[in-house]
């Protein structure tokens, strides 16, 4: 098939670029290298779309929280992963998780399906001469392509490392020490399970995590720093005897039906699958080698006998310096027939990359058809996320980022936290409408 954009990267954003593109008439080459005989450090499978870490989306409220915004302006933009997402939905309270297997499969479906979709297994090592080109490849570019990005861009990647949590078989936990409650006890529904440790038990485990036999890093890896929102377990460990206990090990608001009283601590693990046969233990991320998790996890108390289908790891991720490299449109500077999309221009998580996705395949839709695309509002946000990629951040210090309310513009006038949330999303929405009416 002739194209009219070369998609390279079959993960969220590239799905979704080649999506938008589909949608509004193009012809679209989707270049996937996992098919093809090869492979990633982090996937297991060569679906489209394919979910390496947590089967989590994060918060769906779109009235307080910015994740939740997003989800809704991209369900109002006709997004593949947001449909493919709703459809395999799994219980995770105000939280949006799926069925990670199921999820990928309807994404690799639709497109597959596609008339305008070529969708080709294979390997990509060069950046092409010419012709409009999405760059998808995500934070696990292969070697000899990171190499090509990095002679057309002058500069040297930067990169973060991220980490894997483990996912457990539901039929090897035990539910007489453990109980269901909603997270931290919020809201009416009970969809995670809750392993109560006390403070004895605590603290020998954070003892094991400090102690444990721990991946060791390549010379040319020693200085990568994590990324603070996937920090290994043992790394938050280190921080503090009480870090965990305030992070993801917090027991505040789930009381033990057996004493009625909050544990010290609480072990979390979040349903992974729509059969709810595999849970996710919730930021257990971790550089823990095989052997010392199954011994160490083994200790909390419920998962004494548990089976692992999958056991933690970690990953290098990959991006560009983006606020330097690409425009507003997010094309290249030096070479603007390339685009660049999701993860690798450093925006993190899976609904921020498709977003990214999304807007790169509108704006090279627009330029082919000889339209110009007005950028979403910063007030929306795509817009903010997008202002801060292309130009807000500082290039000097730029970090990978999930969206959130301090990369909009400030609301005017004081206000509660929760007014202020609220405040912000009632301006989103307004904007977002206005901006869709002028396309």
């Known amino acids: 098939m002739t194209h009219d954009v070369h998609i390279i990267g079959g993960g969220l954003a590239g799905s979704e670029a080649a999506w938008q593109l589909a949608e509004a008439g193009l012809r679209v080459r989707l270049s996937e290298m996992r098919g093809s005989g090869e492979t990633t450090p982090a996937h297991q499978s060569d679906g489209l779309a394919e979910l390496v870490c947590s089967n989590s989306f994060r918060s769906d409220d779109a009235e307080s929280n910015a994740v939740g915004l997003l989800h809704a ?10 449909r493919a997402a709703d459809a395999h939905r799994v219980p995770a309270g105000s939280a949006l998780a799926v069925d990670r297997d199921g999820f990928s499969e309807a994404v690799t479906a639709a497109l597959a399906a596609h008339p305008n ?13 010419a012709g409009p080109t999405i760059v998808a490849t995500g934070p696990l570019t292969a070697a000899r392509l990171a190499q090509a990005i990095g002679a057309a861009t002058g500069a040297d ?4 490392f991220d980490a894997i949590a483990p996912i457990v078989h539901r039929d090897s936990i035990d539910m007489d020490v453990c109980w269901m409650a909603s997270r931290w006890d919020k809201g009416e529904t009970k969809d995670y399970i809750n392993c109560p440790m006390t403070k004895e038990q605590y603290l020998a485990f954070r003892q ?14 020693k200085d990568t720093p994590y990324f603070e929102g996937c920090m290994p377990i043992e790394v938050m460990a280190e921080r503090g005897e009480d870090t965990l206990r305030y992070g993801p090990m917090k027991p505040v608001g789930l009381d033990d039906p057996r004493t009625g009283r909050w544990p010290y601590a609480v072990v979390q693990l979040r349903q992974d699958n729509a059969l709810g ?10 550089k823990l080698k095989h052997g010392e998790q199954v011994r160490l996890f083994r200790t909390i108390p419920g998962l004494e006998n548990a089976e692992f289908a999958r056991l933690g790891g970690l990953h290098r991720n990959t991006f560009i310096n983006s606020p330097q490299l690409l425009d507003g449109a997010l094309r290249l500077r030096s070479a603007p027939h390339i685009r660049f999309a999701g993860q690798i221009t450093g925006c993190e998580g899976y609904v921020e990359s498709a977003a990214i996705g999304l807007l790169a395949g509108r704006f090279a839709a627009a330029e082919l058809r ?6 979403p509002p910063l007030t929306t946000a795509l817009g903010a996320l997008l202002g801060h990629i292309t130009g807000g951040a500082e290039a000097d210090s730029y970090q990978p980022m999930n969206v959130n309310f301090g ?8 206000r509660k936290k929760a007014d202020r949330k609220k405040a912000y999303t009632a301006r989103a929405a307004v904007d977002l409408e206005a901006w869709q009416a002028a396309l």
């Open 370 to 375: 000889g339209e110009t695309h007005a950028a």
């Open 407 to 414: 990369l909009f513009p400030p609301i005017e006038g004081r």
């Open 277 to 286: 046969t595999l849970w996710n233990m919730v930021g257990f991320q971790t």
């Open 157 to 160: 990647a930067l990169a973060f």
């Open 73 to 82: 302006e991209m369900r109002a933009l006709g997004s593949l992963i947001m």
């Open 208 to 221: 094991g995590l400090l102690d444990g036999e721990k991946t060791e890093f390549k010379q040319w890896e």
């Open 117 to 129: 979709v070529a969708l080709v297994r294979e390997r990509v090592d060069a950046l092409p001469a």
